[in-house]
């Protein structure tokens, strides 16, 4: 025992340290909460700098306190995207309705957030690049619990032991592999699997969105603003989940121009543009739904734990709530077995009510038969004479609690 009677191992005032693999959007806002709570944060992130790559994603509801809070949301609300029109084409490009964004997105005009993804993650980095440790183009090789702590092997061979570790390393996390086993058994794959992409606005298009379908398939040009780029999306059904064929990106290059030869309106010069791509994104459309998001002295945040797709258009509202809540539930509790299971206790529901929102119609936007292609454009063309849409409750279910501050 120490003079002061505590025993010598145990310091009750000690920074606890902390290991994040990933900076995307929850790896960062879990970094800026767990800094001001007073942990000593490590991030460690695969790639060689910040990915800033991606589609327009939203931030709403619960998730627009907590970049409050952060106090990021006027930045964010300078780099919302304002779009002014969506216009959904058939499969000869006619004009089917042409709709306010938000009567599409169920989000609420002047309130809920629509940014780049890249922008989004360049102004969460920003708030912690001085006060947390990034580790780029490292992760994570090994990790070996103990009572006292978690010992980790980087793939650079460096080695560093840590009290706690957070997977905040995205849908396929490695972190959740190296701790759950694989994948598969977590995803529910949606039907769908989808290609993202950049390419020229050769097309003159400005702050809005086109969305052109066929039964099964569809494609998107995205104008985020008035510059020469735009968001290309290329999305198709599936019954089985090609697996193989997203392995590799030749296969992947293959398997969309494939789907979609012999598509009319603009397609063929998307597939053109899709081939050139440097910054082509594949994936299927799925979900990770898991029993529990830690194992012992590791847990998990963000798409990691609980991706919703991007069906939903939450992934990065949950990323920034689920952040907020894990870091403060370890500033709250001490010990990180009470702290897990409260973080879980009150995110859980949040998270279901969110992932439910595709079982209640919203890949609508996808129909993969002509019938429902049908009734989809009838059901638009409704909503061309009805007022924005209010938000969906599932966006607000979270009330947050204060954050606890640091002991
Ligand atoms: C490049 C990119 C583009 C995206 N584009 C879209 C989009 O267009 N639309 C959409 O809805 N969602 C997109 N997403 C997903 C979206 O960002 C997430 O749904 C959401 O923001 C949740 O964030 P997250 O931090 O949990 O996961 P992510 O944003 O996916 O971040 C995970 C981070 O972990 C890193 N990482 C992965 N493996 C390791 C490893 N072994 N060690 C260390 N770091 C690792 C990744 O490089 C990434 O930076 C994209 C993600 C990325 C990375």
Redo the contacts with the bound molecule.
Sequence with gaps: MTPTGLPMTVSTTAKREILI?????????LAYWLHRSGFTVTV????GA????????DIRGTAIEVVRRMGILPRLRDAHIDSRRCTFLDAEGGVVASLNPHAVAGSVEGQDLEVR?GD??AILYAMVRDDVEFLFN???DTLDQSEQGVDVTF?SGRRRTFDLVVG????????RESLFGPEEQFHRYLGYCFA?FTMPNTFGLSHELMLWNTPGKAAALYAVGDNDEL?A?LNFHQPEPPFDALRDPDAQRDLVARIFAGAGWEIPRMVNAMRDADDL?VDMVGQIRMPHWSSGRVAL????AY????LT?Q??S??LV?AYMLANALSANRDHTAAFAAYERDVRGFVAMNQALVDNGEATLFPTTARALEQRNTMLRDLVTMPSATARPAHSALTLPEFVPAP
């Design positions: 693999s990933g900076a995307g959007i929850s790896g960062p806002a460690v992130e695969k790639a910040l990915r800033d790559g991606g589609y327009p994603i993804r989004l993650a490292d992760s994570i793939h905040a390393d995205g849908m396929h996390s490695p972190t993202i968001h999306f994104f945040v963000g798409d990691a991706a919703p797709s991007f258009g992934g990065s949950l990323a689920g």
